[in-house]
């Protein structure tokens, strides 16, 4: 299983930060969240101005 390469949606990676704040390491967490909170804020933008993909 060497050449296995592990992904994970954002929606998990921003619960792992989350969690971490919440365990009190909250300067990264903190800083990480709000990086994940703006790709969620430029994301709902381009939906709402139907914005094409990227190819």
Same mark, same amino acid.
């Given at each position: 299983?060497?050449? +296995? &390469? #592990?992904?994970?949606?954002?929606? #998990?990676? %921003?619960?792992?930060?989350? *969690?971490?704040?919440?365990?009190?390491?909250?300067?990264?967490?903190?800083? +990480?969240?709000?990086?994940?909170? &703006?790709? *969620? %804020?430029? &994301?709902?933008? *381009?939906? &709402?101005?139907?914005?094409?993909? +990227? %190819?």
């Amino acid at each position: 299983m060497v050449d +296995i &390469e #592990h992904l994970c949606c954002m929606v #998990h990676a %921003r619960a792992k930060f989350k *969690y971490a704040l919440e365990q009190g390491n909250d300067k990264d967490a903190t800083f +990480i969240l709000e990086l994940i909170s &703006e790709l *969620y %804020r430029l &994301e709902r933008g *381009y939906e &709402e101005n139907n914005c094409p993909p +990227i %190819r």
